[in-house]
């Protein structure tokens, strides 16, 4: 049985700790309303929906769940990323990729697999075993698996407890089923480290720490993403690009 949409509201107002006050007044309308349409007491018009949704910043994914729970078409397409509509999007992930060797960059879709990478980026995936790669490998099953890149993470209590937080906070937006049962199966690989979360003295950012042989790679990162997206596959889209935190990473990474 479908949720009502006035429960789906409710649940979307909650996870943004806003009342049903603070909701009307960014909306527009009266507080009587609002409650009327999350008790159900009156159904939403299609621009309704629509309306709270943007002010409670609802994943377009979720948008058209919301407005099929209304009685309404989606209004948000979700293309293949490999079709002719989003062939401009595909250059520009690869452009974004390539312009940044010799250093590692990854694009991942909302449930971290990978789509696009650069030739960089074999760092990450010339020690996992093979298994870790059939398919559409995973960008955080690569990183925590025993079988792939744990092993030679020199600060993988960190790093872990940086992934598995960050997933949170993006389950705690989203909502998203897909990747809440990801979470609790990276949760359950085994990490003899214990999970620090604050970083070390004297740390500005998370370093991922590798060891390479007799090299100790430091690496930073940062996430790229769509701002104008109005297609769900864009949308849900983003680049991870990583940087060299020192001097021996970049001397590494440039010599590859």
Request: charged content about 25%; overall charge negative.
């Amino acid at each position: 049985m479908s949720t009502p949409i006035g429960e789906m509201l409710r649940d979307w107002r909650g996870r943004r700790r806003l009342s049903q006050l603070d909701l009307a007044l960014s909306a527009d309308i009266s507080a009587r309303h609002l409650s009327f349409l999350e008790t159900g007491r009156s159904a939403p018009s299609r621009e309704m929906v629509l309306r709270l949704a943007e002010q409670l910043e609802v994943p377009l994914r979720e948008r058209n769940r919301l407005l099929l729970a209304a009685g309404f078409a989606p209004a948000y397409q979700e293309s293949a990323l490999d079709s002719p509509r989003l062939s401009a999007v595909q250059a520009a992930v690869r452009q974004v990729l390539t312009a940044h060797e010799p250093y590692p960059s990854v694009a991942v879709d909302r449930g971290w697999n990978l789509v696009e990478a650069n030739a960089a980026s074999s760092l990450f995936t010339d020690t996992v075993a093979p298994h870790l790669l059939q398919g559409q490998p995973n960008a955080l099953r690569l990183s925590l698996h025993p079988d792939g890149m744990a092993p030679h993470i020199a600060n993988l209590g960190q790093w872990r407890a940086h992934l598995l937080s960050r997933l949170a906070r993006e389950i705690a937006v989203s909502g998203d089923e897909e990747v809440t049962a990801l979470l609790e199966e990276l949760r359950g690989y085994p990490c003899e480290e214990p999970e620090v979360e604050v970083p070390d003295t004297g740390e500005v950012f998370v370093p991922l720490r590798i060891r390479l042989e007799d090299t100790e790679l430091s690496l930073l990162s940062t996430v790229s993403t769509f701002g104008t997206a109005l297609d769900v596959t864009v949308a849900e889209l983003s680049v991870e690009s990583f940087f060299p935190a020192d001097a021996v990473t970049a001397e590494f990474l440039r010599g590859r």
